[in-house]
């Protein structure tokens, strides 16, 4: 089960996601920010309540990271140990910009 929160204040999406992003749940949230990245210059994750990342939610991050260098910036805030621990063992940590 995934929450997924979008708000857009001017160039500026902020999804917040809570629960788990896996093989269920990831196209869900690329769903969302295929519709939502046209025409904004940053993307903040905040994934203060996201309990666990699979693979399936890495390439999300990664379709978005590659979509938002081409256009903006993008971010990763309030990363659980636990989830950020996936990130340094996949080798994710080099390549998101992860913030407290």
Excluded: C, W
């Amino acid at each position: 089960m995934l929450n997924i929160e979008k708000k857009l204040e001017e160039n500026v999406l902020e999804v917040a996601l809570e629960g788990r992003l896996d093989t269920t749940t990831a196209p869900d949230l690329e769903a969302l920010l295929k519709e939502s990245m046209e025409g904004i210059s940053e993307l903040v994750l905040n994934f203060e309540k996201l309990e666990y990342i699979s693979s399936a939610g890495l390439r999300v991050l990664l379709f978005a990271q590659k979509t938002m260098s081409k256009t903006g910036s993008m971010k990763v805030i309030h990363v659980s140990n636990d989830v950020k621990e996936i990130f340094e063992v996949t080798g994710f940590l080099d390549i998101l910009t992860v913030e407290d």
